[in-house]
């Protein structure tokens, strides 16, 4: 295993340049560095044959950390890493990152104080009655039955991804994971009909000091499973926030912010996924 620097303009995601232009096998990912797009600021993209890549910009404040957090936590899973990342963008990055590591105990002074878990309708009764969040993997091997695989696979994640509890923090994007388990494919309209589930609401500050806090690098996450009772600051439902259960992601998802921060005097900010 190894890293591999080349020129953020690198584009070859189908042929392995690095291993004699063979296909890429799941031992090969790859983070590229903009300095800006006109769409988005970050996106996770791979599958049908292509390297599994994270691509964001440098428009995102926390770009340097986000680097060096890829790197360590891909490198603990044997990874072959190709940054696309000029040179100089690459010192700056390892330069402001310092002795920083990727699971700090502590959040850091540019993270938000709250993490945000969203879920489908039927998800959320089995979380209540287990009192914890758990990965999918967890999850599939503790249930007879669960999904068949995790909402990751239909933008080729990362198979280690399967074994942590994915958090956001908070925004309208975040609805699309319910949505695509809905639909059965990623759907961007976030105005459309859909089922509300629920939203979960965690202390980041109490996750990160019991040192339960895993960054990969476009993500926050925790491995395997998180305890409700010790963590959670609020759970928003339609019931709770007093809108349909049939609505959209936008409005679910706005409603339940704003009445959060209402409640809790924490401010909720949108993500780029």
Known sequence: MGIYRTDSSFREYNANPFN???????????????????????MTTGGNG???????????????????????????????IILAINEGDLNTARAEYGNHKYND???RDYEQQVLVHTTTRDKYE????????KSWKTS?????????????????DPESYSSYVMFGTGG???????????????????DGLYTAGARFYFDAAKIANDGLLVRD??????????????????????????????????IFAETADRIFSERFGMRIYDTSY
């Open 140 to 156: 599939k091997a503790e249930y007879s039955v669960w999904e068949e695989a995790p909402i990751g696979a239909l933008l080729g």
């Open 20 to 42: 004699n232009s063979l296909p890429y096998d799941d031992s090969w990912i790859l983070l590229k560095l903009m300095d800006t797009a006109d769409d988005f600021q970050q």
């Open 217 to 250: 690098g476009v993500h926050q996450k925790v491995k395997e499973r998180l305890n409700l009772i010790k963590y959670l600051l609020w759970t928003a439902t339609s019931e709770e926030l007093g809108v349909a259960e049939r609505t959209t992601p936008r």
């Open 50 to 80: 292509q390297v599994f890549r994270f691509i964001m910009t440098k428009e995102l404040k926390d770009w340097t950390y986000r680097v060096c957090d890829f790197i360590q936590y891909e490198s603990v899973y044997n990874k072959n």
């Open 172 to 190: 309208v994007y975040q609805e699309l994971i319910p949505l695509a388990k809905q639909r059965g494919y990623i759907d961007m309209n976030l």
């Open 105 to 107: 105990p502590f959040l």
């Open 126 to 133: 089995k979380i209540l009655l287990s009192e914890e969040l």
